[in-house]
């Protein structure tokens, strides 16, 4: 069965540090996203993207975050200047053209 | 600010019941209801959705629609062990672009 692809599972960084996740989408899907959950928090939007754009995104999603499908299958999640308040669970997801949005197994982010 | 507001429990059941889950939001304007069950550490997994008033069964589960009252529900029949998780609700918003989640209700079913 198709799934969306995240890499690395875990990532630790030390603040200030720029990260990139990656996810690898589900192939015939057009619509990404981000969405991230802090320990023992809600699972909160970031941003979605369509035809090589973003469509909405957050007030979570400023300046130092950006997103990029750089090759038609990869789509990432740059964070500039990493805080230690995006320590957080990232997941990356995916949806064709209904509402049903499929989610990857995410990436563990922690900002020394 | 639209929210989706569910009880944080633990609801606990033993197995074998039917577990109820809950969910209200505030935005009248939304048209798609999704139940995820989140086990911890791990992503959300979509298990149904519903777009109508009314009821929807899939195998063991039932989600519940009440548009008037801004209420959704999951039920969970012959509830197993392996059914203990964290159950989102999540509404969609803006133009179906994006989905807003609740917090979601903890469940234990225990032998």
């Known amino acids: 069965e198709p799934e969306v692809t995240q890499t690395p599972s875990h990532q630790v960084t030390q603040m200030g540090q720029e990260v990139i996740l990656r996810c690898v989408p589900i192939?015939?899907?057009?619509?990404f996203y981000w969405y991230r959950q802090i320990l023992g928090q809600k699972v909160e939007f970031l941003v979605s993207?369509?035809?090589?754009?973003?469509?909405?995104k957050s007030e979570i999603f400023d300046d130092q975050f950006s997103v990029e499908r750089p090759d038609g299958s990869n789509f990432t999640l740059k964070i500039r200047s990493t805080k230690l308040e995006d320590s957080a669970m990232y997941f990356c997801?995916?949806?064709?053209?209904?509402?049903?949005?499929?989610f990857g197994s995410g990436t563990q982010l922690s900002v020394l | 600010q639209k929210e989706v507001e569910q009880n944080s429990g633990p609801l606990s059941v033993p197995e074998g019941a039917i577990a109820s889950l809950n969910c209200t939001y505030s935005?009248?304007?939304?048209?798609?209801f999704f139940w995820y069950r989140q086990y911890s550490g791990k992503s959300p997994e979509l298990i149904m959705f519903?777009?109508?008033?009314g009821d929807k069964e899939d195998g063991r589960f039932t989600a519940q629609l009440n548009k008037a009252s801004q209420y959704v529900s999951l039920l969970i029949r012959d509830s197993q062990p392996s059914d203990s998780a964290t159950y989102l609700c999540?509404?969609?918003?803006?133009?179906?672009?994006?989905?807003?989640f609740g917090a979601g209700t903890r469940l234990a079913v225990h032998p």
């Open positions: 192939s015939n899907h057009l619509y």
């Open positions: 999540a509404v969609h918003s803006g133009g179906y672009n994006k989905l807003i």
């Open positions: 993207f369509y035809n090589n754009e973003i469509s909405e």
């Open positions: 997801a995916s949806r064709i053209s209904d509402e049903k949005l499929f």
């Open positions: 935005d009248r304007g939304s048209q798609s």
């Open positions: 519903i777009y109508s008033n």
